[in-house]
């Protein structure tokens, strides 16, 4: 029976997958191994050892080297390396440094029979940023597509960045939040969706004011959400005691633009000083710091 030898590294942080930085992705790479034909391969590098087939993968430290050694069984013959080793030939040892996805065969008595190949694809939706890698080469950053052997399952992740959080997949199978496992029978796209994590509350500043008895105010402030939306609750207060009230509904807000509300001043309100206030919310609930300015009725 002839046994067939995937190489693939997957980025692991030894810090675990749930990491929130994308440094805890860059300290070890898996090196997985099987053997095609009746022969064994064995190697070590800092961190593990393979001796394939009975232990056919090892976490190994990047920018480290291990060397592969191909050993036949009996009177068979190694007949040579393929995918990164390829260059080795027919030498009985591949070596390499461990800096990213690679994968090797490894042929015993005959060359290995060709394989269908797929493409696992990754892409990216929503709002927020994020990485997601796996083995096979997807190390999404730069890398978001890689060619597998159909029958491949593999297992892929996603970390969102600061200021996002990840949302969820879909396609190839996949679902929820945790890292998926996807089985290549054809060319597939996985989506893996981050949406922006909105933690700083909107900003609102108020203009001085004026307007008589019996007419219309213009209530006139400025304000700005990085989401690009906000609500705005203006007051007009006499003493601590609010004598009048305006809701903004929420709608697109630009810092650069003075937006006006309108209030009605009663006809019977003596002329004097008082306070126009405002607070402003923006989609997520993120509440700011009210501001106030004078407002005169003269």
């Not at 942080?13 to 440094?23: K, R």
């Not at 213009?218 to 690009?228: A, I, P, Q």
């Not at 006006?260 to 000083?273: D, I, M, N, S, Y």
Request: aromatic share 8%; proline share 6%; glycine share 14%.
């Amino acid at each position: 029976m002839r046994r067939w030898i995937a190489l693939g590294i997957v980025a692991l942080a030894l810090g675990g997958w749930a990491a929130a930085s994308a440094s805890a992705r860059t300290l070890h790479y898996y090196v997985t191994v099987s053997v095609s034909g009746p022969g064994h391969v064995t190697g070590s590098g800092d961190g593990g050892s393979i001796d394939c087939p009975d232990n056919c993968e090892a976490l190994i430290k990047q920018q480290t080297y291990i060397t592969l050694t191909a050993t036949p069984d009996g009177d068979a013959q190694f007949t040579g390396w393929g995918g990164d080793c390829a260059d080795s030939g027919t030498n009985d040892t591949c070596e390499f440094i461990v800096s990213g996805p690679k994968t090797v065969t490894a042929g015993f008595g005959t060359p290995p029979p060709p394989v269908s190949t797929f493409t696992l694809t990754v892409a990216k939706a929503g709002t927020g940023t994020g990485y997601v890698g796996g083995a096979g080469g997807i190390d999404c950053g730069p890398t978001c597509a890689a060619a597998l052997q159909q029958g491949a399952t593999i297992k892929i992740l996603a970390i969102a960045d600061d200021g996002s959080e990840f949302a969820g997949w879909s396609g190839g199978g996949c679902s929820g939040t945790e890292p998926c496992t996807v089985t290549i029978d054809s060319d597939t796209t996985v989506t893996a969706t981050f949406d922006r994590v909105d933690r700083a509350p909107p900003l609102i500043r108020t203009l001085r004011g004026s307007a008589k008895p019996g007419t219309t105010a213009s209530l006139r402030y400025r304000v700005w959400d990085d989401s690009g939306k906000s609500r705005e609750v203006l007051t007009i207060v006499e003493g601590k005691v609010p004598i009048g009230r305006v809701v903004v509904p929420l709608g697109p807000v630009d810092y650069r633009r003075v937006y006006t509300a309108h209030w009605r001043v009663p006809a019977g309100l003596k002329p004097g000083e008082r306070l126009f206030c405002a607070v402003a919310t923006d989609p997520t609930g993120n509440v700011g710091k009210r501001s106030c300015s004078a407002f005169t009725v003269a």
